[in-house]
């Protein structure tokens, strides 16, 4: 079956750092772009920002709200693809997204991973 | 950035209408768009890929068009299980953005 499982999501004060992560199974995750895609409380979804396989250069590109704190990298050797979030906002409080792809359409997401920025 | 609007934002409609719901962008995006349904709690669903094209196990009741900067999501005959929020993406260029959703109501 294939599976994103997000995980290292909660309660986080601002300014601080996070570090999301997504496990993939039943399919080859070195082939795939990866994306991550949040939705604060009661809203709509916001990309947040990808990385492309290595096969197009494993290089990434970010929303312009979190570009420079927010840094997407990726494990092909585990399967695993990451959302390292410094300097925290309070705006940043959603529900975090990994999904498989971009270009034609994010066809595999996770349960997703609630992120909540708060003193 | 590119900007996407949907219109319209809320619908009311009845089991067997037929559903109609419009993305706007600000600039020409080929057919770099997709759709997906958001039921509540739920991540979202894609529906459909390059503008037309129909994600595998997708009931066919759902449809895409268009090109350029006017697209559409059609239902032709809404089913209980359609009842959600739906969302446009552009892909065609960096940042990628959403439509800020339509909800689909039951009338």
């Known amino acids: 079956e294939v ?19 997504c496990t993939a199974s039943g399919f080859t995750f070195g082939d795939y772009a990866m994306s991550w895609v949040r939705q604060a409380p009661g809203k709509g979804l916001e990309w947040v920002g990808f990385i492309r396989s290595k096969a197009y250069g494993g290089t990434t590109e970010y929303a312009a709200s979190v570009k420079g704190r927010f840094t ?10 990451y959302l390292q ?3 925290l906002k309070t705006e940043d409080t959603a529900v975090y997204y990994c999904t498989r792809g ?4 994010m066809d595999v997401w996770g349960q997703g991973t609630t992120v909540t920025v708060s003193s | 950035d590119i900007q996407l609007t949907q219109s319209p934002s809320f619908l009311s409609a009845s089991v067997g209408d037929r ?14 768009l997709a759709w997906y349904q958001q039921k ?9 890929y390059a503008a037309s094209t129909l994600q595998s196990g997708v009931p066919s009741r ?3 068009s268009g090109s350029g900067t006017e697209f559409t999501l059609t239902i032709s005959s809404l ?3 359609d009842f959600a929020t739906y969302y446009c993406q552009q892909l065609n260029s960096y940042p990628s953005t959403f439509g800020q959703g339509t909800k689909v109501e039951i009338k």
Not at chain 2, 19 to 32: K, L, M
Not at chain 2, 42 to 48: F, Q
């Open chain 2, 79 to 81: 089913q209980p299980e």
């Open chain 2, 19 to 32: 559903v109609t719901i419009t993305c706007r962008a600000s600039q020409g995006i080929s057919s770099y």
């Open chain 2, 62 to 64: 759902f449809s895409g």
């Open chain 1, 72 to 81: 997407i990298s990726r494990d092909d050797s585990k399967s695993i693809a």
């Open chain 1, 3 to 21: 599976q994103l499982v997000e995980s290292g999501g909660g309660l986080v004060q601002p300014g601080r750092s996070l570090r999301l992560s």
């Open chain 1, 102 to 105: 971009l270009l034609y359409g």
């Open chain 1, 85 to 87: 979030m410094n300097s």
């Open chain 2, 40 to 48: 509540p709690g739920k991540a979202p669903k894609l529906l459909i």
